[in-house]
């Protein structure tokens, strides 16, 4: 069994009840001390009471003098973090010719800019004081294969896997290890909204979803997202570095949809 106690994580985005919230409540489960981080300060209090031992933070991610300032509040709290989870994210459904200029900064500011600024500054931190640590980036499966409406968001994950490729090598020597997971259709509201954007039936759309398109038809809760970013966390993976776990359920194992080959 994975065993975080002792280590302190900062999760980022963690306010929510979707992927964020599955990763505190696995993290908070394995004993782990959780910096939780939200642009909005109250939703970031109302999230750590759930936990056994949480710190709330708030800082924009996508604002490098904000993340400067948590960190700053981080050291003089708790001292030096062991991991870092970048979950914060920003969704865009929207086909790449029709996308705004501001539509792309906003995603690349949070969705990659912010991975990064947050990822150096936690890294720094750890040089500084000799130790080592873990990153664990949020990925998604549309790095791999998307669909229309995604490729700008598709393309942010392909860059956050290129970015934990990359700083992994130059971080192995550190004892630093970064490593991604990407997860599948996730049951969140979030996640409802988005099918909304292409779906005038967005609960049946979700329902058959599991059933349709992924090899193990289940939904795909949170908390499982984040018993694989536990696992990345802790010395259990020790030997794992510059790697994406795919959590989708076997939706990119297939190469056709259930209901196209199972249906007379």
Request: negative net charge.
């Amino acid at each position: 069994m994975e065993d975080l106690r002792g280590k302190k994580i900062l999760v980022t985005g963690a306010g929510g009840v979707g992927v964020g919230g599955g990763i505190c409540q696995a993290l908070d489960r394995f004993g782990a001390t959780i910096i939780v981080n939200e642009i909005n300060l109250d939703k970031a209090v109302s999230a750590a009471g759930k936990y056994t031992n949480a710190i709330p933070v708030q800082a924009d991610i996508g604002d490098g003098g904000q993340i400067e300032s948590m960190f700053q509040k981080i050291a003089g709290e708790v001292g030096i973090i062991d991991g870092l989870v970048n979950n914060a994210g920003v969704g865009l459904s929207k086909v790449a010719h029709e996308a705004s200029e501001d539509d792309f900064d906003r995603l690349y500011d949070i969705d990659i800019k912010g991975v990064w600024q947050v990822s150096k500054a936690f890294v720094n931190q750890l040089l500084k004081a000799g130790k080592r640590g873990n990153i664990v980036n949020i990925s998604s499966v549309n790095a791999l294969a998307t669909m229309s409406r995604y490729a700008l968001y598709a393309s942010a994950k392909s860059a956050v896997e290129g970015l934990t490729t990359g700083m992994a090598v130059e971080l192995g020597t550190h004892n630093i290890r970064v490593n991604a997971v990407a997860p599948g259709l996730v049951k969140a509201e979030q996640n409802y909204d988005l099918v909304k954007t292409w779906s005038d039936h967005p609960d049946q759309w979700m329902k058959e979803f599991p059933y349709d398109q992924q090899a193990i038809p289940e939904d795909i809760n949170p908390v499982e997202v984040g018993n694989a970013v536990a696992f990345l966390l802790s010395e259990m993976s020790s030997a794992v570095t510059g790697q994406t776990l795919y959590v989708d359920k076997g939706t990119t194992s297939l190469i056709f949809n259930r209901f196209s080959t199972e249906r007379k």
